[in-house]
């Protein structure tokens, strides 16, 4: 009897000191608040931005000889955003190549920009494009480029554009999106003398703007 009334006892006693020290309890639930508080730090700032996708639908000339207009849409909806008017772009009616206006980040903000085909030669691909204003929420064409058949490296935020000048003799040049500009910062020639060799003469921008040449020798072509 005296061991059954010890064990109560003790018990009551450990039952008043959590009664009266709520700070497990108290210390858990501060957790999963703080656990939850930080979950909605890191979607609430996602939900504010908006995704902006768009595509585009051209309209023709009567002769169907030229792209005269573009209307862009935001991509799902059927209400027009914007209208690209009064263009003399190149259009061939049997080939897709020119049917699908190309969107695509060309500044590295996260925001696709938008190109078309300005110009066909025999061997080079040149592009209009317009830089999309995140202020003005407008398609705003650029000339800072020279775009011709281009490559975009989102990684290095970089892009070259290839020419070719004629059969042995072709130009990069790469192209950095700098202070809200598209500078080039390297250009390379080369002028092939043979399969296996070619002259490069390289050009690179320096801090005060300048290009500079900076490598002219004969290149080894590796297998």
């Given at each position: 009897m005296t061991k059954i009334m010890t064990f109560c006892s003790a018990l009551f006693l450990l039952l008043m000191l959590v009664a009266c020290n709520p700070s497990v309890s108290e210390n858990k639930t501060t957790e999963e608040e703080n656990q939850a508080d930080t979950t909605r730090m890191e979607v609430e700032p996602a939900l504010g931005i908006e995704a902006l996708d768009f595509e585009g639908k051209i309209s023709t000339d009567e002769g169907q000889m030229s792209i005269v207009k573009i209307d862009i849409y935001k991509k799902g909806t059927t209400d027009i955003f914007q209208s690209l008017t009064d263009l003399e772009l190149p259009y061939e009616a049997d080939n897709s190549f020119f049917d699908n206006p190309t969107f695509e980040d060309l500044n590295f903000d996260g925001i696709p920009d938008l190109r078309m085909p300005e110009s066909l030669g025999n061997a080079n691909v040149y592009y209009a494009y317009w830089i999309y204003n995140p202020a003005t929420k407008k398609f705003e064409k650029n000339?800072?480029?020279?775009?011709?058949?281009?490559?975009?490296?989102?990684?290095?935020?970089?892009?070259?554009?290839?020419?070719?000048?004629?059969?042995?003799?072709?130009?990069?040049?790469?192209?950095?999106?700098?202070?809200?500009?598209?500078?080039?910062?390297?250009?390379?020639n080369k002028e092939y003398e043979s399969e296996k060799q070619y002259q490069s003469i390289v050009q690179e921008r320096q801090a005060d703007g300048t290009m500079k040449e900076v490598r002219n020798e004969l290149v080894e072509v590796k297998d």
């Open positions: 000339t800072e480029m020279t775009l011709s058949l281009p490559t975009i490296d989102a990684d290095k935020k970089e892009i070259m554009s290839f020419e070719r000048g004629s059969a042995a003799s072709y130009l990069e040049t790469t192209y950095a999106y700098q202070d809200g500009k598209f500078v080039a910062i390297r250009i390379e």
